[in-house]
């Protein structure tokens, strides 16, 4: 997942049903995320935990926020376009 704009910061908030992020002044700008970087990083994995990664590529795909399925190395080289 690529949050990398403001846009798409609320769009990512709309996607994890979490719309109470977005006033949040912990998480108000991009200096503001990274600063608060591991609470972020605890809500996001919590929130991950709760369904399989395919529910949050439709999620993200739905509203525009880039992402992609992380792979191990086995999975990886499994890919058609690594053979």
Same mark, same amino acid.
């Given at each position: 997942m690529a949050v990398a704009s403001e846009k798409l910061w609320q769009a990512?908030? #709309?996607a994890l049903q979490h719309p109470e992020w977005q006033g949040d002044p912990r998480? *108000?700008?991009n200096a503001d995320r990274v600063r608060h970087r591991d609470l972020l990083c605890g809500l996001l994995a919590a929130q991950f935990?709760?369904?399989? #990664?395919q529910h949050w590529l439709d999620r993200f795909d739905a509203v525009g926020?880039? *992402?992609a399925r992380v792979n191990g190395v086995a999975a990886a080289i499994a890919q058609p376009i690594a053979k």
């Open positions: 990512l908030c #709309v998480f *108000a700008q935990a709760n369904a399989p #990664v926020v880039p *992402a």
